[in-house]
């Protein structure tokens, strides 16, 4: 199956930093990435759709100067939560779909990155 | 508009009972139906999936199938494991107003005691 993957697993910044966490499909071109967030216990929100070279979408309510979303090339988009705070603090999760895996919807996910804003 | 809603949990049960977990949608079109899983600490995998009606999804012992009549995938497992406790989660995906759409439902989580 397709593989994607996401970098770092875990990550602890101070307030007011920023933190970047990458998602790369590393055996098929993704030409839509997804990126989620999933508080404890609760199911993904959705916070944004990426396609390749183009501006991301972002849902109602999510604020798209704060998390930076970029989809550069075919096998990389990134996600940067500019100047963290502790409501910040959660599990991100991308999940990528392309022209070989993309036929009946299936989306393959990355591993999830847990940000902890201190 | 399009929706998933699935049990709520949590669910408890024992090595080799039954399990079964419903999920009903509401979605305009044909969309593919998905169950995801997800085990702690980590990003969400697919369990099983089908894409039109009467289609039967399985894997892992586990089976649902697509019952257009009944708007329901449900879930089940004639003899659950261990290490099937995780949070399951009902999805729908098609292609919307707005670009392709992927809808999870609220996800239930199942404990199985040995």
């Known amino acids: 199956g397709a593989v994607v993957s996401q970098h770092p697993s875990w990550v602890i910044c101070k307030s007011g930093t920023s933190v970047k966490i990458e998602c790369r499909s590393l055996?098929?071109?993704?030409?839509?990435m997804f990126w989620y967030r999933q508080f404890p216990k609760q199911s993904l929100m959705l916070m944004a759709t990426?396609?390749?070279?183009?501006?991301?979408?972002?849902e109602q309510g999510v604020e798209k100067d704060k998390f930076l979303i970029n989809h550069a090339s075919l096998t990389l988009s990134t996600l940067t939560v500019t100047s963290a705070h502790p409501e910040d603090s959660s599990f991100y999760i991308c999940?990528?779909?392309?022209?070989?895996?993309?036929?009946?919807?299936?989306?393959?996910f990355g591993e999830g990155s847990r940000l902890t804003v201190l | 508009g399009n929706s998933v809603t699935q049990m709520e949990g949590p669910v408890t049960l024992s090595e080799e009972a039954f399990l079964t977990i419903n999920c009903t949608y509401t979605?305009?079109?044909?969309?593919?139906l998905f169950w995801y899983v997800q085990y702690p600490g980590e990003g969400l995998q697919l369990l099983l999936k089908?894409?039109?009606?009467?289609d039967k999804g399985s894997n892992k012992g586990f089976e649902a199938t697509y019952r257009k009549e009944t708007t329901s995938f449900h879930l089940e497992k004639g003899s659950v494991q261990v290490s099937d406790s995780a949070v399951y989660f009902c999805?729908?995906?098609?292609?919307?107003?707005?670009?392709?759409?992927?809808?999870f439902g609220a996800g239930t989580r199942l404990f199985v005691k040995a």
């Open positions: 990426s396609n390749e070279g183009s501006k991301a979408t972002y």
């Open positions: 999940s990528a779909r392309g022209r070989r895996t993309g036929g009946t919807g299936e989306l393959f």
């Open positions: 055996d098929f071109q993704a030409t839509t």
């Open positions: 979605a305009t079109g044909y969309p593919s």
């Open positions: 999805a729908l995906s098609g292609r919307y107003t707005g670009g392709f759409k992927t809808i």
């Open positions: 089908a894409t039109k009606a009467d």
